[in-house]
């Protein structure tokens, strides 16, 4: 059974910082890109980072851009998501998602996990 487990969410200041982890089960992790990505209240989900397999390629949007890293940990089967220089508008429910292809494609999503940025 494929589950992506979220963590680390919670309620920072403006300026703070917060990881977030995505635990995974039930697929080959060291196969599936991983990537994060957030929806706020009224506003569509948005893809925030991506990472390939092997952790070698990463992308971003350009809204986070060298305030957020994705990394992974093949060994754990866990990807990450820093976040530094938080924002009002970093505030969404942020959830983790991977794609791998066994024969055929599959996708898979957790369940969500709330940042909230206020003072």
């Known amino acids: 059974q494929v589950q992506l487990v979220e963590s680390g969410g919670g309620l920072v200041q403006p300026g703070g910082s917060l990881r977030l982890s995505c635990a995974a089960s039930g697929f080959t992790f060291s196969s599936a890109a991983m990537s994060w990505y957030r929806q706020a209240p009224g506003k569509e989900r948005e893809l925030v980072a991506l990472i390939s397999s092997g952790g070698g390629s990463t992308r971003y949007a350009d809204s986070v851009k060298g305030r957020f890293t994705i990394s992974r940990d093949n060994a754990k089967n866990t990807v990450y998501l820093q976040m530094n220089s938080l924002k009002p508008d970093d505030t969404a429910v942020y959830y983790c998602?991977?794609?791998?292809?066994?024969?055929?494609?599959?996708?898979?999503w957790g369940q969500g996990t709330q940042v909230t940025v206020s003072s």
């Open positions: 998602n991977a794609r791998w292809t066994w024969g055929r494609n599959y996708e898979s």
